[in-house]
């Protein structure tokens, strides 16, 4: 069975302070593993994938994320949080064509 | 300009009055899902379909159903809904291999049953 765990529902920092914000995964396979950020009334935008390349995996806004095997985990950082990245962010697995999801984590930047 | 498209974007209705939230995209993907986003709950799969006339049960099916005619749409039918159908609603496409693509989502349907 798959399944998705984001640790924090909400994480609050401060502008210019390091991001991170964590998940952990259950799969039965090698699983594709996603990111995804979600603004206020829009939907899910990509922000980067691990699909078996490299383990540190670069994203779009300075995000990056790192797939540790051993601790089945695939969390998310940014060295500098800026005031736009307050948004709601999900984990995300796929295996077998399908998609599961974290219960998200809400980033609040504090000026 | 590349779009997954939702219709409505807000509907209220009542107890059992049959309603259609329509799905269409325009960058020729083969594989389209829907999902419900509750608080708490994050994204739970309703039903995906592969290509054309190839559909299947993601996590949460009951009370829905899917048909897939065309490529570009992916229509999600909710026969007789009933309030704990209340929620807000995306509909997704990516190529065929999506485990090395990317979910394109539209701007959701949030829908409430009374």
């Known amino acids: 069975a798959q399944s998705v765990t984001q640790l924090d529902s909400h994480v609050s920092v401060s502008e210019g302070t390091p991001v991170l914000l964590r998940c952990n995964y259950s799969s039965s396979y090698s699983p594709s593993l996603f990111w995804y950020v979600q603004h206020p009334n829009k939907g899910l935008q990509l922000l980067l994938k691990y699909t078996s390349a490299a383990t540190l995996v670069k994203g779009i806004n300075g995000f990056e994320a790192e797939f540790k095997k051993s601790e089945t985990s695939f969390h998310l950082t940014k060295p500098s949080a800026h005031m736009s990245d307050a948004a709601e962010y999900f984990c995300a697995v796929y295996n077998f064509n399908k998609f599961y999801f974290g219960s998200g984590t809400k980033l609040n930047v504090k000026p | 300009e590349a779009q997954v498209t939702q219709n409505p974007r807000y509907l209220i209705t009542v107890t059992g009055k049959k309603l259609t939230v329509t799905c269409s995209q325009n960058m020729n993907h083969e594989y389209m899902s829907w999902y419900r986003q509750d608080p708490g709950l994050g994204l739970r799969q309703i039903y995906y379909?592969?290509?054309?006339?190839?559909?299947d049960k993601g996590d949460v099916p009951e009370g829905y159903k899917v048909s897939r005619k065309e490529k570009r749409n992916f229509p999600l039918i909710l026969e007789s809904p009933s309030p704990n159908q209340t929620s807000l609603y995306f509909c997704?496409?990516?190529?065929?291999?999506?485990?090395?693509?990317?979910?394109?989502f539209g701007e959701g349907s949030r829908l409430t049953v009374l």
């Open positions: 379909s592969m290509n054309v006339e190839v559909t």
């Open positions: 997704a496409s990516s190529f065929v291999v999506p485990n090395t693509g990317e979910l394109f």
